[in-house]
Structure formats: C-alpha cells, structure tokens
C-alpha cells in the first residue's frame, strides 16, 4: 500500500452516482483521517438508486448536491480518483501543472442497467461493493474500527 493521502477528491461524470458513492464510503471509513470531496465534470441531478444502495448499509446520501470540478475551490488534493474514461481526460488536462496524483478506477456506470427495479438496485450494490473494495485496497485499512458495509 502506498502512502493515505490526507485529502482525496472523487470525480465522475456528472457526481450523482459513483463519486457521491465513494465519498461517503470513504467518509465512513477514515472520518479522521482523510478529507473527501467529490465532483463531477458535467452538472448532474440526485439518483434516487443511489441513495437507495447506500442507505442500504446505513450510508445517507440523500441529501447530496452534484458537484462540477469548475465549482470547487481548488484542487488541493493529495490523490484524485477518477471514475469514468471521460472525468478522467478531463482531470489529466485540469491538473497536467499540478502535482497531485491522478488514478483511474474503471467503475462500471450503473446507470446503464435495465430490467426491474431489483435488477436495477443491483447493478448500483455492485459499483458500491466494487467502490468500496478499491477504496479499501487503495486507502488501507481505517485506522479506527468501522463497521463493514455488506
């Protein structure tokens, strides 16, 4: 593992899925330890299956307004996550003088599932699942017990 990264911005397309998901699975795992922001590359709305997944194992997101790169402050981030090809050229060109570091994490985009409610619901289980995977990988392990998500 290398380095935690004291602050670490999740960015995806329109940050209404996958960066909104992230960050607060990274919230709920290093509230201490490391500042979480998320944003998204172009303006989005609220994905209600989002929320839904995350309230699942008792992570709020409702209350989530997507974010774009071009209203944050500034980039004073020590690692951006990028979660979609297209946030992730955006990013390489925003920063291309910054010295942060830039991964991406090829996150399928749930919001391409069909079928029935419940199929739906677990195409976005499985990103969260797959997020929180990675995040866990990529950050270590909390430095103070956090209950596992299922």
């Known amino acids: 593992m290398r380095d935690r990264p004291g602050a670490v911005l999740f960015v995806c397309r329109q940050n209404a899925v996958r960066s909104p998901m992230a960050a607060a699975l990274a919230r709920h795992y290093f509230p201490k330890e490391i500042y979480v922001r998320s944003a998204g590359i172009l303006p989005g709305e609220k994905d209600?299956?989002?929320?839904?997944?995350?309230?699942?194992?008792?992570?709020?997101?409702?209350?989530?307004?997507?974010?774009?790169v071009d209203d944050l402050e500034d980039m004073n981030f020590d690692l951006v996550v990028t979660l979609a090809p297209e946030a992730h050229h955006h990013i390489l060109e925003l920063t291309r003088t910054d010295a942060l570091?830039?991964?991406?994490w090829p996150i399928s985009d749930p919001t391409a599932a069909t079928g029935s409610r419940a199929q739906i619901l677990d195409a976005y289980r499985a990103v969260r699942r797959d997020l929180e995977r990675r995040i866990l990988a990529r950050l270590g392990p909390p430095s103070v017990a956090a209950p596992s998500v299922p």
């Open 48 to 68: 209600p299956f989002a929320a839904a997944a995350m309230q699942e194992v008792g992570l709020d997101i409702s209350g989530h307004r997507p974010t774009s």
């Open 101 to 104: 570091e830039v991964e991406y």
